[in-house]
T-cell receptor, first 112, second 113 residues
Framework: EAGVAQSPRYKIIEKRQSVAFWCNPISGHATLYWYQQILGQGPKLLIQ????????DSQLPKDRFSAERLKGVDSTLKIQPAKLEDSAVYLCASSLPLNEQFFGPGTRLTVL | DAKTTQPNSMESNEEEPVHLPCNHSTISGTDYIHWYRQLPSQGPEYVIHGLTSNVNNRMASLAIAEDRKSSTLILHRATLRDAAVYYCILRDVVRGYGQNFVFGPGTRLSVLP
């Protein structure tokens, strides 16, 4: 069974630029999560989707971050404009409802 | 805002059992206790979860205190591949079908050969 796919794996941008991350969850998983993991810390949930609807986005900085899952499968997370403090690993995970989460390898973002 | 507390780091010798403790004194009756681990340069992976009774699977065992205010993840024979950060998490249910995981800093386990 294929795991959660993410791209790109690494991204370096200047502050104030825009960036987008892509996630393809495990087939059949209705729930999709985006996490931000700053170096030395545990992952922090940014947004959770159930199919193409948002379950929880209370920790998403909506002035600069946006996410969508238009067809209930793939998802994109965008940052516009990026700040230095956005440097982190962005993790995507998927699950069946209320089941264990399967994480992708993450995208490491460096903002200069 | 993590609702669990864990030691920052622990060490174990290879092929010996490891007991990783977690305190969750504010746990509610419906919170499940989940454990995930994160190997270097990888995303977290599920280890085990439980509600009230002790649980066993192929990776580990979970011992839950009778008052549910603490739990212990048990690796029966540590291997070098078990070196990772271990997270103890209380799972909230959101809107009946979503789940809220709050990861703390976890316990960094080192396994010595």
């Amino acid at each position: 069974e294929a795991g959660v796919a993410q791209s790109p794996r690494y991204k370096i941008i200047e502050k104030r630029q825009s960036v987008a991350f892509w996630c393809n969850p495990i087939s059949g998983h209705a729930t999709l999560y985006w996490y931000q993991q700053i170096l030395g810390q545990g992952p922090k949930l940014l947004i959770q989707f159930q199919n193409n609807g948002v379950v929880d986005d209370s920790q998403l900085p909506k002035d600069r971050f946006s996410a969508e899952r238009l067809k209930g499968v793939d998802s994109t997370l965008k940052i516009q404009p990026a700040k230095l403090e956005d440097s982190a690993v962005y993790l995507c995970a998927s699950s069946l409802p209320l089941n264990e989460q399967f994480f992708g390898p993450g995208t490491r973002l460096t903002v200069l | 805002d993590a609702k669990t507390t864990q030691p920052n780091s622990m060490e174990s010798n290879e092929e010996e059992p490891v007991h990783l403790p977690c305190n969750h004194s504010t746990i509610s009756g419906t919170d499940y206790i989940h454990w995930y681990r994160q190997l270097p340069s990888q995303g977290p992976e599920y280890v085990i979860h439980g509600l009230t009774s002790n649980v066993n699977n192929r990776m580990a065992s979970l011992a839950i205190a009778e008052d549910r205010k603490s739990s212990t993840l048990i690796l029966h024979r540590a291997t070098l591949r078990d070196a990772a950060v271990y997270y103890c998490i209380l799972r909230d249910v959101v809107r009946g079908y979503g789940q809220n995981f709050v990861f703390g800093p976890g316990t960094r386990l080192s396994v010595l050969p």
